[in-house]
């Protein structure tokens, strides 16, 4: 458990943070994609609860990419915070400000809280969620937990309808669990596509919906995320497209490099 002093650190810097009046606004927000925000109608739900799990420990960077680009859907112009259990960075690797701006995102509106275990990991997001402090809240976890309970999502879900922001978990190395969450996802790496004079392409990832609370049926999508835009966008035509390979941090995840260039 986070102890006492931690939590008053967490409860401060957010108290910084201007407290977002949420009457009024729309209860949805949309990926950016016509066909698949017509797919999901009415879309995911504001100040609700959204699951993401990485299809295999190698996809966690995809995993929480996805989940980085629906969390700045939802957070709009408020500010993010995002959570992260040390083993998963080290796993995974960790953030960097330059990233975030190469995102879209301006770092000083992103409150990285780092903590030991997923117990802390879902202290702290519950915590940052009942301050209505921030638009969005992200929890990067990584393996097995015990914590991860049905019981510990509803809280999660009851925090964010009170708080309002939105949450969002991320699981990688661990087996899917029960879940108050609205939507649920799996998520792996895919091909991006190569910009001009070969650059680096955009983030991609094959995003399944795997429940939905709306009642959508499960399926999947090759996404791509927009900076320029802020939104989800479909990916070019597969000639000129470059693979995207997940970044692995431990030998117990690394495995044969053929099993990580995987193409989606």
């Not at 504001?46 to 190698?58: G, P, S, T, V, W």
């Not at 957070?75 to 959570?83: E, G, K, N, Q």
Request: hydrophobic share 45%.
């Amino acid at each position: 458990m986070p102890s006492t002093f931690q939590i008053e650190q967490l409860k401060s810097r957010l108290a910084k943070l201007s407290r977002h009046e949420t009457e009024g606004e729309p209860a949805r927000f949309t990926l950016g994609i016509d066909r698949v925000d017509a797919y999901l109608d009415p879309g995911p739900c504001l100040f609700c609860l959204h699951d993401i799990q990485a299809e295999n420990a190698a996809d966690a960077v995809a995993a929480n990419a996805f989940a980085l680009g629906l969390a700045s859907r939802a957070a709009r112009d408020r500010p993010l915070l995002w959570a992260f259990q040390n083993l998963a960075s080290q796993e995974a690797g960790g953030l960097h400000g330059s990233g975030l701006h190469e995102w879209g995102l301006r770092p000083e509106t992103v409150l990285i809280v780092r903590v030991r275990d997923a117990t802390s990991l879902l202290a702290a997001g519950e915590e940052a969620l009942k301050s209505g402090a921030v638009g969005a809240v992200l929890m990067s976890g990584w393996g097995e937990a015990k914590a991860m309970t049905l019981t510990a999502s509803r809280r999660l879900a009851l925090a964010a309808r009170s708080g309002g922001s939105t949450a969002f978990v991320v699981r990688a190395a661990a087996a899917a669990v029960p879940s108050a969450a609205e939507t649920r996802w799996s998520v792996r790496a895919a091909q991006s596509t190569a910009l001009e004079a070969g650059a680096p392409g955009r983030p991609a990832f094959v995003a399944a919906l795997t429940r939905s609370r709306q009642g959508a049926a499960s399926t999947e999508w090759t996404l791509e995320w927009d900076r320029e835009s802020g939104t989800f966008c479909e990916p070019a035509p597969l000639s000129g497209r470059l693979v995207s390979v997940p970044v692995v941090g431990s030998s117990a995840t690394r495995g044969d490099a053929a099993e990580l260039r995987r193409t989606g």
